[in-house]
């Protein structure tokens, strides 16, 4: 058995699991296609780049993914290091400068005598050496054949959507104005607030608009479509229903206008993209329309009128496995204990989740070099019942999930004050868990 341990895939969950691995004092070979070869949503050269939102969710522990952050943390986790010290204000969210942030992490791994980075594209496990599969829900086509044959994994796709970014000088300011909801905090948002008038007109645009072709699936994708809720396109949504869209990212409540003084029909909220704040993105306008139609009807939100799109948005194809039947509760294979995943193709869903993930199969994996047992996390932790639900599976179908608390083990007795302090409880059993758990291994 090799000393060195092969992580394929340099994105949020393979450098996590890097990092674990050179913190246990076991050398890591990690292999990354770019800048060689570019998956249809990955453009930066660097490692863990967000290809879609900047925003890493809620920071507050009585939120599922915020527990899920703070234990990371606590595990010493360099994804979650990065996006402290490249934080720019969202409100109670954590969202990064994406370049910041992915630069921290290159320079990290670069900088760590124990990793050797390859820039190569992998199609194939290297015999007697433990690896760690990360290559992410965009996966190679070789890297996908290899899994789904030799592997013997089967293939699963669904699809998934990504929200355009515009230039901040273009966003017109005498119509649109920064606030947050109910004033809450500092003013991060641009809002863009609609009349009736302007909100019917959008609508019937967006759900006219015309979607591009969807040119880098299979036949046999296309027909079975299915899209994530959680990333669902903005056209998508708006065909549901004409006030589907004031319900959700459209919705006007706690947004006065201070030029008439009220709330609007509608509003659309564009967030940060950059600590300097030159770029904002259309936040929930994940998007399939073509360049153009997206062109044409966003101009259509006062404010953004003149407003120069830096990235359009885009739709892409995920891979995951069907874990239950393949995965233990390291990420380790049933099969293959030496091949561990990590990462969206796991089938946890999310930036978070996915180094989350890459952290449980890194220590697990530097463990297994080392010829020391199994490190399950408890199930009361975010980490450990993120990782129990993957190998385990749900009610039906197996589906991605983002961190959530219903996935944790209840407290066994009543809480009073709702659900936000039930939350706080099991966040705090998590945490206290999580302290014995790694003083114990
Ligand atoms: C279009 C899109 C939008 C998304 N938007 C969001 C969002 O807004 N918020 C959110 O929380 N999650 C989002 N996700 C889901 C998910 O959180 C991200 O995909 C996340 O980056 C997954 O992390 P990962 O480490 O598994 O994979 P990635 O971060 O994608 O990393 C995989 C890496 O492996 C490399 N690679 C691929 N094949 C090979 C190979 N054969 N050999 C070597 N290297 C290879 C890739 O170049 C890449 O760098 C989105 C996913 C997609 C596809």
Not at 328 to 337: E, K, L, N
Request: hydrophobic residues 40%; proline residues 5%.
């Amino acid at each position: 058995m090799s000393a060195t341990v092969e992580i394929f895939g340099a994105g949020l969950a393979g450098c996590e699991a890097a990092w674990q691995i050179a913190r246990q004092g076991i050398s890591v070979r990690l292999y990354e296609m770019k800048p060689q070869k570019y998956t249809p949503a990955h453009h930066s050269p660097t490692f863990a780049e967000l290809v879609c939102s900047n925003s890493l969710r809620s920071d507050s522990t009585a939120n599922a993914v915020g527990l899920l952050k703070e234990e990371m943390r606590r595990a010493g986790s360099l994804i979650m290091e990065a996006a402290d010290a490249t934080r720019v204000p969202a409100g109670s969210a954590l969202a990064v400068d994406r370049v910041l942030f992915s630069k921290y992490i290159t320079d990290r791994i670069r900088s760590t005598p124990n990793i050797e980075v390859v820039e190569a594209e992998r199609a194939d496990v290297s015999p007697d050496t433990v690896t760690v599969i990360a290559t992410g829900p965009l996966t190679s086509e070789p890297m996908a054949d290899y899994i789904s044959e030799t592997l013997g994994c089967g293939k699963l796709h669904f699809f998934d959507a990504a929200a355009p970014i515009v230039d901040f000088s273009s966003i017109n300011m005498e119509v649109a104005y920064f606030a947050s909801r109910y004033d809450k905090g500092d003013a991060d948002y641009i809002n863009c607030p609609m009349t009736e008038e302007q909100y019917n007109a959008f609508y019937q645009a967006l759900i006219s608009a015309e979607e591009a072709e969807l040119k880098d699936f299979d036949r046999e994708s296309q027909k079975s479509l299915k899209v994530f809720e959680g990333c669902m396109p903005v056209e998508v949504m708006a065909r549901r229903g004409y006030d589907t869209l004031r319900y959700g990212p459209l919705k006007p409540v706690g947004l006065i206008d201070p030029r008439v003084g009220k709330e609007s029909f509608a509003v659309v909220q564009l967030r940060k993209e950059n600590c300097e704040g030159t770029m904002f993105n259309l936040v929930g306008f994940q998007t399939h329309l073509t360049f153009p139609e997206q062109r044409r009807v966003f101009r259509m939100i006062p404010g953004l009128e003149n407003a120069e799109f830096l990235r359009y948005g885009v739709m892409h194809r995920n891979t995951y496995l069907n874990s239950p039947d393949l995965l233990s509760p390291t990420y380790a294979m049933r099969t293959r204990p030496d091949v561990f995943f990590a990462g969206q193709m796991t089938g946890v869903e999310g930036y978070v989740e996915s180094a989350g993930s890459g952290l449980v199969a890194g220590l697990n994996a530097a463990r297994r070099a080392k010829g020391e047992g199994e490190a399950i996390f408890p199930e009361e932790t975010m980490l450990g019942a993120m990782a129990a639900y993957v190998s385990r599976g749900g009610v039906g179908a197996f589906a991605p999930m983002n961190a959530n608390f219903g996935i944790i083990p209840p407290l066994g007795y009543r809480v009073r004050g709702g659900k936000a302090a039930k939350n706080e409880k099991l966040s705090e059993r998590a945490l206290e868990t999580l302290a014995n758990f790694l003083t114990d291994i």
